[in-house]
């Protein structure tokens, strides 16, 4: 053994060049999906997997599970993405990977929150005596900054979501409020895991701010409203508890996460994992120049979203498929509609096409009616059943 160096080798065969043009990110993602099949030949840099998140592009399969995150970051109105699958899953890893890929936003210098919008819209007296200064001069009151991916702790009360008191500017015999975890969560993404397991109050809170984009905190004199335009992503394993059928219908996307099912697919996705358990370093730096460019697409389809338009025909096609699934919920189309123009923007294309919504639509439209916990339960029972089937008849032939 006189190989000093960890390697990470791909294996002949394989596309072994760097994809470096691209027309799309969805185009990019379809030929970095089926890139190369790690082979580990030493152990190297372990211990840094918590802070070097997984590639984005080194997941295996899960194409709706990607999709779906895709789309909330580059259009926030579709109304945020939910995971449902049990643990093992991916979704976390899948969540996280994002961070990589984030694009940039504007983003507030101000304490306050003042962006130059708020003049636009309501003169001098919609910002803060400072920030009004500041635009008078000329100066900046807001800069790009990339969108940073922000977790709810497990434990999170309502205090610690929409902000309270500051209790050491209490004791200084200063009353001032601070802000919560969802104004932190302005212009990023917002992960909330286990979202089924949180208390209501707090749950309600969230989603009543993702919807408006803004809240507002009450603490004995003292009001304040707070921006909060954030991506939200929900995920919980269904077998854990239940999720309201109120609030699931409030998430706009829908996916449901299953194991990979292919053999092939499977191994090259422990392969993948094992290579990233031990040496984070290497498999991130492997993938490191698709995701510069997936990053620089992803920035592209945000900034060319507001021009995405859908023709008449496509829109009336989209309502024809809610109506025909006799769908209620107005934020099916909302975020059908939504979701095919992030969806066109991720393409490269300024026009909504009836094959984007068909792309789209069993992730906007499916679990919109309340039979899926009762469905997933019966699935399981029949899944159980099966098992203890399979096996026993495994042993009895085994017997032989
Ligand atoms: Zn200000």
């Known amino acids: 053994m006189s190989d000093e160096t960890p390697v990470l080798e791909e294996k002949a065969g394989s596309e ?29 840099d372990s211990g840094l997997a918590e802070s070097l998140p997984f590639p984005f ?14 789309l909330a970051v580059i259009n926030p109105a579709v109304g945020g993405v939910l995971l449902l699958g049990p643990r093992g899953t991916g979704k976390t890893t899948a969540i ?28 001098l007296d919609a910002v803060c005596p400072d920030c009004a200064r500041k635009y008078g001069q000329g100066e900046p009151l807001a800069a790009m900054d990339k969108v940073r991916l922000v977790e709810l702790p497990l434990n999170a009360r309502l ?29 990023n993404l917002l992960h909330v895991d286990e979202v089924n397991l949180l208390a209501d109050e707090v749950v309600d809170a969230i989603l009543d701010a993702a919807a408006q984009g803004t809240y507002s905190v009450r603490r004995g004199p003292l009001t304040a409203t707070y921006r909060a335009r954030f991506g939200l992503i929900g995920s919980m394993n269904p077998e854990e508890g239940r ?3 109120q609030i699931m219908d ?10 990979l099912s292919d053999v092939n697919e499977r191994m090259e996705a422990y392969r993948r994992v094992q290579a990233y358990l031990t040496m984070p370093r290497r498999v991130v730096l492997a993938y490191a120049p698709e995701t510069q460019l997936a990053q620089a697409e992803l920035q592209v389809a945000r900034d060319m979203l507001p021009q995405v338009v859908i023709p008449e025909e496509v829109s009336r096609l989209g309502l024809a498929m ?29 026009e909504v096409s009836a094959e984007d919504l068909r792309d789209v639509a069993p992730m906007a439209l499916r679990l919109r009616r309340s039979t899926f916990m009762e469905k997933y339960f019966e699935d399981q029972g029949a899944e159980e059943a099966e098992i203890s089937g399979i096996i026993d008849q495994a042993i009895k032939e085994n017997g032989k």
């Open 96 to 123: 996280r990977s994002l961070v990589d890929l984030l694009p940039e936003t504007p983003r507030s210098l101000c304490f306050y929150g003042c962006m130059p919008e708020d003049i636009e819209v309501g003169g």
């Open 322 to 350: 809610v109506h025909r699934l006799k769908i209620d919920s107005l934020r099916a189309e909302i975020t059908l509609f939504e979701g095919a123009r992030a969806y066109a923007a991720l393409d490269n294309r300024l």
């Open 250 to 259: 409030r998430f706009g996307l829908r996916v449901v996460v299953r194991g």
């Open 57 to 70: 592009l080194a997941l295996v399969g899960q194409t709706e599970m990607k999709l779906a995150l895709l």
């Open 16 to 44: 072994a060049e760097a994809v470096t043009t691209v027309r799309s990110l969805r185009e990019l993602i379809e030929r970095v999906s089926g890139k190369g099949q790690w082979k580990l030949t030493r152990e190297a």
């Open 159 to 187: 205090e610690d979501v929409v902000g309270g008191l500051d209790e050491r500017a209490a004791v200084q015999e200063r009353v001032r409020l601070q802000r919560g975890i969802l104004a932190l969560a302005d212009r």
């Open 243 to 245: 999720l309201r059928p």
